[in-house]
């Protein structure tokens, strides 16, 4: 009889989350396993028919959560009652807490011998740490991405947990290996210039809330560099690359913003691990562009600015730092600037000295050559898709 599971991922990299642990999962059974429950193209192209589209769910922050809530509560109930009727093995939630952890108290509430697994830990050390505690009465295990989680969710009282690996550590030589002499040809750019990479989010609203003070922050930055190359040998041209996404390219492009030069704007992950290798810093938000960048030894400065409401209830953090690479390397190293603090003026002072050869360069490039050790799991020989199927393997003939 075929191994049935039952996956709910919310929104675009947990379908990728979903799509590599599916794969494993089919390879280590030989295809005879059925799938079923939410996801987007990279799970249904693993054999799932998915119950509606991401785009239905796909929400960050309290206010695009309540503006949707009455859609998002019928998707919940639907996927709980699509569960109970497929009876499968285990179930896998996949990140988007606000999502998929509704599900799974429910399916816990009807069902309790059901196996429910957590792919991506919620993040309960950075604010909200009473919620770790609460996920033992619904979730058995939690598989994280970031090394330093197990024991966070263990110091917090929360279910057991498996470190299985960032996909990113899979990339790591397309990261390291980008050809970022292709792509300053293809800009018509020198090498030896000074270039900013700009990173201002993947969601709108992130673009729409960052964009305009990076833009501010980059005059600054090329005004600073070009004061002090009057009394240096002269340095190369300022250039700015901003690294985009399908969704926000055209609101990067019909921006109307006083660049001091006019952006490259590039797409595609290999353009922006090029666009990583080539860059003297970055300037970026907050997120998993903070642990591309550190594996590519890119040094940087991040910003971030959510809504009020969101910030109160998110970023009333209990840690000192919300930045990815901060925390797997166990130090504040990269600066960060969140909600008033994110101004140009501060933002340019953080960046200016990171394009020069600066004590505080040098630092940020030798701490940030740890990364990649810090997040390899075991000898490297298992993907962190394969880690993930063995813990779901182990659990699956609990229930039958």
């Known amino acids: 009889m075929a191994l049935k599971v039952f996956l709910v991922a919310g929104e675009q990299s947990g379908d990728l989350l979903g799509a590599r642990l599916m794969a494993a999962l089919n390879d280590r059974l030989n295809g005879d396993i059925k799938f079923a429950g939410v996801g987007g193209s990279g799970m249904q192209r693993q054999g799932l028919k998915s119950l509606f589209p991401l785009s239905d769910i796909a929400v960050v922050g309290i206010v695009d959560i309540a503006k949707r809530y009455r859609l998002l509560r019928r998707r919940v109930f639907e996927t709980i009652?699509?569960?109970?009727?497929?009876?499968?093995?285990?179930?896998?939630?996949?990140?988007?807490?606000?999502?998929?952890?509704?599900?799974?108290?429910?399916?816990?509430?009807?069902?309790?011998?059901?196996?429910?697994?957590?792919?991506?830990?919620?993040?309960?050390?950075?604010?909200?740490?009473?919620?770790?505690?609460?996920?033992?009465?619904y979730i058995d295990e939690v598989l994280t991405l970031l090394p330093f989680e197990p024991h966070a969710l263990e110091r917090l009282g929360g279910p057991p947990a498996t470190y299985v690996g960032h996909p990113l550590v899979e990339r790591l030589a397309s990261i390291r290996q980008a050809d970022h002499i292709g792509l300053a040809a293809q800009l018509r750019i020198d090498p030896q210039d000074r270039i900013l990479a700009v990173l201002p989010g993947s969601r709108s609203s992130e673009v729409r809330r960052l964009l305009p003070v990076f833009a501010k922050a980059a005059e600054k930055i090329a005004s600073a560099l070009q004061n002090a190359s009057q009394s240096e040998a002269p340095p190369g041209r300022f250039q700015i690359i901003i690294p985009a996404v399908p969704t926000t390219r055209s609101l990067i492009d019909n921006a109307n913003l006083d660049w001091p030069v006019t952006p490259h704007i590039v797409?595609?992950?290999?353009?922006?691990?090029?666009?990583?290798?080539?860059?003297?810093?970055?300037?970026?938000?907050?997120?998993?562009?903070t642990l591309e960048l550190a594996l590519a030894g890119t040094p940087m400065a991040v910003g971030y600015i959510v809504d009020r409401i969101t910030y109160l209830g998110r970023f009333l953090v209990t840690t000192d730092t919300i930045v990815l690479a901060n925390l797997v390397l166990g130090e504040k190293l990269i600066p960060e600037f969140v909600q008033k603090q994110c101004t140009p003026d501060q933002l340019a002072a953080a960046v200016v000295p990171l394009m020069t050869q600066t004590p505080q360069r040098r630092t940020q490039k030798q701490r940030l050559a740890k990364i990649a050790s810090r997040m390899q799991v075991g000898d490297g020989s298992k993907s962190p898709g394969e880690l993930a199927a063995d813990v779901v393997l182990k659990y699956a003939p609990q229930r039958r």
Request: proline content about 9%; aromatic content about 8%; some cysteine.
């Open 81 to 137: 009652e699509h569960a109970l009727i497929e009876n499968p093995d285990v179930v896998v939630i996949i990140d988007s807490p606000e999502f998929t952890h509704p599900i799974a108290k429910r399916l816990k509430a009807q069902s309790p011998d059901l196996p429910i697994l957590n792919y991506v830990c919620p993040q309960v050390w950075a604010w909200r740490p009473g919620r770790a505690k609460k996920m033992r009465h």
């Open 267 to 289: 797409e595609g992950d290999h353009q922006k691990w090029q666009t990583f290798r080539l860059a003297t810093a970055a300037l970026t938000a907050s997120g998993t562009a």
